[in-house]
């Protein structure tokens, strides 16, 4: 099976007065704007780390899922942040690490086997495996 998704950009002017939007195929993104001090300024509004963030928290999140399910585990909550680092490196700038943080309410599970679920869902979620960075997880276990 494959399945294909799809983003996309636009942009015009320069990189510091330019000007873009971002969209996604499903149009949850509809020509969002994106922009310079967006990325590097603390303005308010989108930027690509934060996406990527968004769609690492979002497969790890569901890769959890489908690996506590073969557990026979099923999670009554689980939220996940990912922190994405954008720095200068060589000459030009890196998307250098992504770190995922879980919290998760799930009824049966024990520490060890939590961690070790998690970690098995950080190294195989599709997302985890397209990033070329360090990815670091920190998973808590909640009641």
Not at 41 to 68: D, Q, Y
Not at 90 to 115: E, N, R, Y
Request: hydrophobic share 45%.
């Amino acid at each position: 099976m494959q399945i294909n998704r799809s983003g996309s950009a636009k942009w015009s002017g320069g990189l510091k007065d330019g000007r873009g939007s971002i969209s996604t195929q499903s149009k949850a993104l509809d020509d969002h704007p994106y922009g310079f001090a967006m990325r590097f300024e603390g303005v308010a509004g989108t930027n690509p780390e934060e996406l990527i963030g968004a769609a690492h928290a979002a497969c790890f999140t569901m890769a959890l899922s489908k690996i506590l399910g073969e557990a026979g585990l099923t999670a009554d909550a689980m939220e996940t942040k990912a922190v994405v680092t954008l720095e200068e490196k060589d000459g030009g700038f890196a998307i250098t690490a992504s770190k995922l943080t879980l919290k998760a309410t799930i009824p049966g599970a024990q520490q060890a086997q939590f961690q070790e679920l998690a970690a098995l869902a950080k190294a195989n979620c599709p997302v985890s495996k397209l990033l070329n960075a360090q990815i670091d997880l920190e998973a808590e276990l909640l009641g």
